[in-house]
């Protein structure tokens, strides 16, 4: 869990690093010009990471529930299937 917020949010600041590397080439400006902005853009995508880690666990949790619940529902249907099985073989016979 703390690797996969770890993760997200070191890639995600990477990428914003990097997109601002690209915009100063693109500008071709000296990347020595305001390196902060650097850590700012890296500070920006690295919030955004850190909350689709965050999207990412809730989603995960909540469709964990969710096949439980259809695991359970499968389970539940099985045994009333069964059951009419039995029920009918025992007025056939």
């Known amino acids: 869990m703390v ?3 770890f993760s997200y949010t070191a890639g995600y600041a990477a990428i914003g690093v990097m997109a601002r590397i690209l915009q100063l080439g693109i500008q071709r400006r000296p990347l ?3 390196p ?3 850590l700012v853009s890296g500070a920006a ?3 955004v ?3 689709l880690a965050g999207v990412d666990e809730r989603n995960t949790a909540l469709l964990q529930e969710r096949k ?3 695991l359970e529902n499968r ?3 099985e045994a009333i299937y069964a059951r ?3 029920e009918q073989q025992e007025a056939s016979s």
């Open 49 to 51: 990471g850190y909350w």
């Open 36 to 38: 902060l902005w650097c």
């Open 32 to 34: 020595t010009t305001d």
């Open 3 to 5: 690797s996969s917020v």
């Open 45 to 47: 995508f690295g919030t």
């Open 84 to 86: 009419r099985q039995a």
């Open 75 to 77: 389970a539940r249907a």
């Open 68 to 70: 439980r619940l259809l």
